[in-house]
């Protein structure tokens, strides 16, 4: 974008013109950033299908679908990771209050949106991967309240996963880990909403211990990555999980009948 000398910039406000707000300059760990709004045209809906899509996200995976395959953690995120750990250190010994501490602080936030900005050029893709093929698609509605009743791995102090099988390949950090679903879902939602396309939330309760063939609860801890059942579903846990999602998506969807997409 070029902006001339005669543009003013506001200091508040959403940067909306139809609001009478300026567009914001704002500066954020050394770079400068400018907010405005423009009216777009409408987006064009795509063609309305009947495939609908079970997604299970996880720690082995980003996510699983209920068809089998699996959106793995972009790689680049280990490396990230390690950057910002080391980062994290340096941070850690540097004295309060000092100059170097405000510079090592600043290499943290850097590291920080990196990681960001990778997760959401690698989530937009997914994203739309998911939304071109499926018309409904059914998450676990992830409030932190639920995370929590998610069996979860190991984790050490620093909420770094500990290696028990399920996170040992994983191995990522956990505030990672929360925030790419988080983001994941969002961003699957606005694409959905843009191409008339259904999101549902399911209640997360259970999804990986009931046993998607028979109904049964088939309990099993998180080092346990396959599902194996008395009725003869044998199937990858995540997938599993992914089926269970899908079919609870399709009882809510069928007692409610509500189309819209829900932001
Ligand atoms: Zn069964």
Known sequence: MLVNEHVR????????????????????????YVTFSCEVP?????????EDVGIDLGVTHLATLSTGEMIEHP?????????????????SRKKRGS??????????????????RQRKDFQQKAAKHLVDRYQVLVFEDIQTSNLTR????????????LPNGA?????????????????????????AAWAGRTIIKVDPAFTSQICSGCGQVRKKDLSERWHSCDCGT???????A????LERGRRQRGATCVEAPCL
């Open 234 to 240: 044998e199937l990858d846990r995540d997938v599993n």
């Open 9 to 32: 910039f506001g200091e508040g406000g959403t940067g909306d013109p139809a609001m009478g707000d300026r567009p914001l300059l704002y500066r954020e760990v050394e770079e400068w």
């Open 242 to 245: 992914a089926m269970n999602i």
């Open 167 to 191: 996170a040992a390949k994983g191995g990522l950090n956990k505030s990672i880990l929360d925030a790419g679903w988080r983001s994941f879902v969002q961003i699957c939602s606005i694409k």
């Open 75 to 91: 790689r680049y995120y280990r490396k990230a990771q390690k950057v910002l750990e080391k980062r994290q250190q340096a941070l």
């Open 42 to 50: 409408e987006p064009e809906k795509l063609p309305v299908n009947a």
């Open 99 to 116: 100059h170097r501490r405000e510079k090592a602080r600043q290499l943290v936030a850097k590291a920080h949106r990196k990681i960001a």
């Open 150 to 161: 998610k069996p979860k791995p190991k984790q050490d102090e620093n909420g770094k996963y």
